[in-house]
């Protein structure tokens, strides 16, 4: 006990000496989750004000086009800037880029012939919508859809116009029928443990996002100082004093979980404070404490155990920086750190189980955001302690092998 108690000491007074490693742990992901929350907040805002903004031209200038459009108008989703009738389609498209406009709709000449029963005027293109090219596909396709059943409901609204008294009397009341559909549906989001009314957010992913990256990063002041002993003789010298090779990774171990820990704690207070104070949502909090500190200790191990493997095996600090900043990236880009899985095409999420960040992701964002506990998290803990005890057991191999020698 004394023995552990001397090596923890020695530890933590090494560490005092490495100061902008530390740093960079704290720094680095608060910087990111402040970026990326305000970056992504509309990617993720579908309940808020936002809205696409869309030119409009109407060539008709008719009863049923305006109609048309004044239906459109009503949906909240879109704010429409009206140009003169006459407008050619080179102007639009020289406006679009003058003012980032990423669409235009031109409503043609001839739109009122909708309610004409003849096949060849009911199949003749009424719109044209210009979209940029860098649109991505499926925001041009909703966008799509919800202008063909607007048009569907104007066509019907102007084909039974002046029926009203005859429908009345058939007990059908225009209003009901010609109602948007989207005010009869309610949206709740599902969590593990029940249905909740929690909307996701930017916030949700990128705090337990960064923070499961900036853990990994502890491979930077553990290599500085784990060469650094290394170097000067200093574990040579602790294993001539009997001190064991599990007893001087569990050295390691406990001083770098409790800066983990530090490290849970200041990222969610900057996304519950923070964050909104700059204009973003504010963190939102699961209700599995248990769960939170399961899923956190189990990260904290893989990683720590990742970073002791690499400078185990590492010559100098800047080829364990090299390799632990390399091998970082590349997982936190497949683990869905970078970039939110749900983004990813399915062969890329398909792949992203091959990265552990993914798995401590996935536990933070059961707390998180799917309301989890225990239970839910299980799993990714058990996959993470069993990566993190492999790579520890080889880094105890490595590292009696180069004592020997």
Request: charged residues 15%.
């Amino acid at each position: 006990m004394i023995k552990i108690l001397y090596i923890l000491k020695k530890e933590f007074l090494v560490m005092g000496r490495d100061v902008h490693s530390l740093m960079v742990l704290f720094i680095m992901p608060v910087a990111f989750i402040l970026i990326m929350s305000l970056a992504m907040r509309d990617l993720f805002d579908t309940h808020g004000v936002n809205q696409i903004k869309i030119l409009v031209v109407n060539q008709d200038n008719s009863d049923p086009s305006r109609a048309f459009i004044k239906t459109l108008e009503n949906l909240r989703t879109f704010s429409f800037h009206h140009m003169a009738d006459s407008t050619g389609i080179d102007f639009i498209r020289h406006k679009m880029f003058q003012e980032d406009y990423k669409f235009a709709l031109v409503v043609e000449k001839g739109f009122s012939l909708i309610a004409d029963s003849n096949e060849s005027n009911t199949a003749r293109r009424q719109m044209i919508l210009l979209v940029k090219p860098s649109v991505n596909r499926q925001t041009y396709t909703i966008l799509k859809n919800t202008f063909a059943a607007s048009l569907a409901k104007a066509r019907v609204a102007y084909l039974i116009k002046g029926q009203e008294e005859m429908l009345a009397y058939a007990g059908i009341d225009i209003e009901k029928v010609m109602q948007p559909t989207g005010d009869l549906i309610e949206t709740r989001y599902v969590s593990k443990s029940k249905l909740k009314f929690k909307v996701p957010t930017s916030v949700q992913q990128s705090v337990p996002a960064w923070l499961v990256f900036s853990m990994f990063f502890v491979v930077i002041p553990i290599s500085n100082t784990f060469i650094a002993e290394r170097n000067y003789g200093t574990l040579l010298r602790l294993q001539s004093m009997n001190i064991s090779t599990g007893l001087l990774l569990v050295g390691k171990l406990l001083p770098f979980f409790i800066v983990n820990l530090i490290q849970v704690v200041l990222m969610i207070l900057v996304g519950i404070y923070v964050v909104p104070f700059l204009g973003g949502d504010a963190l939102t909090m699961g209700d599995s404490y248990g769960g939170l500190l399961l899923i956190t200790t189990a990260v904290s191990f893989c990683s720590i155990s990742f970073a002791l493997l690499v400078a185990s095996v590492a010559k100098t600090t800047e080829h364990a920086t090299t390799i632990g900043g390399v091998f970082n990236i590349i997982l936190g880009a497949l683990g869905g750190i970078m970039i939110p899985k749900f983004v990813m095409p399915d062969f890329m999420q398909t792949l992203s189980v091959l990265s552990p960040m993914s798995w401590g992701l996935d536990g933070f964002l059961d707390i998180f955001l799917r309301n989890g506990n225990i239970l839910d998290v299980m799993k990714e803990s058990l996959l993470l302690f069993l990566i993190g005890l492999v790579m520890l057991s080889t880094t105890a191999i490595i590292i009696k092998r180069k004592l020997s020698l």
